[in-house]
């Protein structure tokens, strides 16, 4: 029988992910706004979704090293899902130091 904590986090990851791509779908460019040079990593929907999206990759890693049967795959999935946590915390910041852009406009 599976913990509890394997369902909680991988409802947890689940709910990232579906807010991840929907942040990064309400952020996508209008038809007439879609012309040459727009710059996407000046998006902070963008950023701000992929953050998300990893966050849900590192809780679904979570959640598989929680079921683990012994040391070496939870080791397999640290390794597999560490580096999504800095590039999360980075992606956040590129999103919220673009935000005073977005305002201005």
């Known amino acids: 029988m599976l913990p509890i904590w394997f369902f909680i986090q991988s409802i947890v990851g689940g709910y ?12 996508l460019p ?8 727009f710059d996407w990593l000046k998006k902070p929907a963008l950023s701000a979704g992929l953050a998300m999206m990893l966050v849900s990759w ?23 899902t560490w580096w999504t946590v800095p590039i999360s915390v980075a992606l956040w ?12 406009q």
């Open 93 to 104: 910041f590129v999103a919220v130091f673009a935000l005073p852009d977005i305002e201005s």
């Open 30 to 37: 209008l038809p007439e706004r879609r012309k040459e040079g």
């Open 16 to 27: 990232f992910l579906w807010m991840g791509l929907y942040i990064i779908t309400r952020g």
């Open 58 to 80: 590192y809780m679904f890693g979570v959640a598989m090293r929680s079921v683990t049967p012994n040391i070496d795959y939870y080791i397999l999935w640290d390794r597999l």
